[in-house]
């Protein structure tokens, strides 16, 4: 009676599985199908699988790479750049504050960590026009524009992305022994050389997961690339510009769509490759913390 009961558990959790991965991948499963037709078979049927030919896929997205209005090189080389000069600087910054924060035992590094944790439930929408009037006034004070530039959006990233990355990686150092940092003072090291020399490589793993997550993030992003850097600005990210395609192709879902496939893709392919660092770095951090 046991091992039935057990059986039916099990068989219960995979139902229950099935049905919340087909509710959350059926968009993409839409997205992709459709991405494969002409805009005549996607508005006759979109679910339906009438039309569908790889033939047809490469054309699309062919069209998609070398229409001047979508210009997809120019987006995706703002989208990588915004993200892996925000992903560097998330890692280095977010490091050296973790450990601060948590070799430092005095209220002041208590007060801010917790204040890295309390921003982590405000909502971005209660601080987007703050946000937008602030960099725009601080724009004017140091000469240098703020909004529709990579250096303004990349500091908005460092900041929004801080709480997270601080609050992952301190859980991580607390499990480092002190003997290590004791012992390279004894050597003769620097505050500074311990910590590149001793502490972040040893931070490697957890780095990995939070580069990963943050990177998933910042790639996908709309709302705060298309309030900082606007829908006709020179700068734009990939979601941004897919946008504004679906302002010049309303009618034209195949290429809408198939623009779409070309933002994801590439997240897709690096969570696939990754998430077994992902899962490892979420768990070291977890048990050392």
């Given at each position: 009676?046991?091992?039935?009961e057990?059986?039916?558990?099990?068989?219960?959790?995979?139902?229950?599985?099935?049905?919340?991965?087909?509710?959350?991948?059926?968009?993409?499963?839409?997205?992709?199908?459709?991405?494969?037709?002409?805009?005549?078979?996607?508005?006759?049927?979109?679910?339906?699988?009438?039309?569908?030919?790889?033939?047809?896929l490469?054309s699309?997205?062919?069209?998609?790479?070398?229409?001047?209005?979508?210009?997809?090189?120019?987006?995706?080389?703002?989208?990588?750049?915004?993200?892996?000069?925000?992903?560097?600087?998330?890692?280095?910054?977010?490091?050296?504050?973790?450990?601060?924060?948590?070799?430092?035992?005095?209220?002041?590094?208590?007060?801010?960590?917790?204040?890295?944790?309390?921003?982590?439930?405000?909502?971005?929408?209660?601080?987007?026009?703050?946000?937008?009037?602030?960099?725009?006034d601080?724009?004017?004070?140091?000469?240098?524009?703020?909004?529709?530039?990579?250096?303004?959006?990349?500091?908005?990233?460092?900041?929004?992305?801080?709480?997270?990355?601080?609050?992952?990686?301190?859980?991580?150092?607390?499990?480092?022994?002190?003997?290590?940092?004791?012992?390279?003072?004894?050597?003769?090291?620097?505050?500074?050389?311990?910590?590149?020399?001793?502490?972040?490589?040893?931070?490697?793993?957890?780095?990995?997961?939070?580069?990963?997550?943050?990177?998933?993030?910042?790639?996908?992003?709309?709302l705060?690339?298309?309030?900082?850097?606007?829908?006709?600005?020179?700068?734009?990210?990939?979601?941004?510009?897919?946008?504004?395609?679906?302002?010049?192709?309303?009618k034209?879902?195949?290429?809408?769509?198939?623009?779409?496939?070309?933002?994801?893709?590439?997240?897709?392919?690096?969570?696939?490759?990754?998430?077994?660092?992902?899962?490892?770095?979420?768990?070291?951090?977890?048990?050392?913390?």
């Amino acid at each position: 009676m046991h091992t039935k009961e057990k059986t039916s558990r099990v068989v219960v959790r995979f139902i229950i599985a099935v049905i919340v991965a087909a509710y959350v991948l059926f968009p993409f499963f839409l997205v992709v199908i459709n991405s494969c037709k002409e805009t005549a078979d996607i508005t006759a049927n979109p679910v339906g699988l009438n039309g569908i030919g790889f033939k047809q896929l490469i054309s699309n997205l062919s069209d998609v790479i070398t229409n001047t209005h979508f210009l997809f090189w120019q987006a995706f080389g703002y989208s990588l750049l915004i993200t892996v000069l925000s992903l560097v600087l998330l890692a280095l910054f977010g490091s050296m504050a973790a450990w601060v924060i948590c070799r430092n035992h005095t209220k002041w590094s208590t007060v801010i960590y917790f204040t890295f944790i309390a921003s982590m439930i405000i909502p971005f929408q209660v601080v987007m026009l703050p946000l937008i009037s602030t960099f725009r006034d601080v724009g004017k004070f140091v000469g240098i524009s703020m909004l529709q530039s990579v250096h303004g959006i990349v500091f908005a990233y460092l900041g929004f992305g801080g709480a997270m990355t601080v609050f992952i990686l301190t859980g991580f150092i607390k499990g480092i022994p002190m003997d290590l940092e004791e012992a390279a003072s004894i050597d003769g090291c620097s505050p500074e050389q311990t910590f590149f020399m001793i502490i972040f490589p040893l931070l490697k793993p957890v780095i990995t997961t939070v580069t990963i997550l943050n990177g998933m993030w910042i790639w996908n992003d709309y709302l705060l690339p298309s309030m900082m850097l606007g829908q006709n600005g020179a700068v734009k990210t990939l979601p941004v510009a897919v946008q504004a395609f679906v302002g010049s192709y309303v009618k034209q879902w195949n290429l809408i769509l198939a623009a779409a496939l070309l933002a994801i893709v590439p997240m897709i392919i690096l969570f696939l490759f990754a998430q077994k660092q992902i899962m490892e770095g979420m768990i070291e951090g977890a048990v050392k913390g």
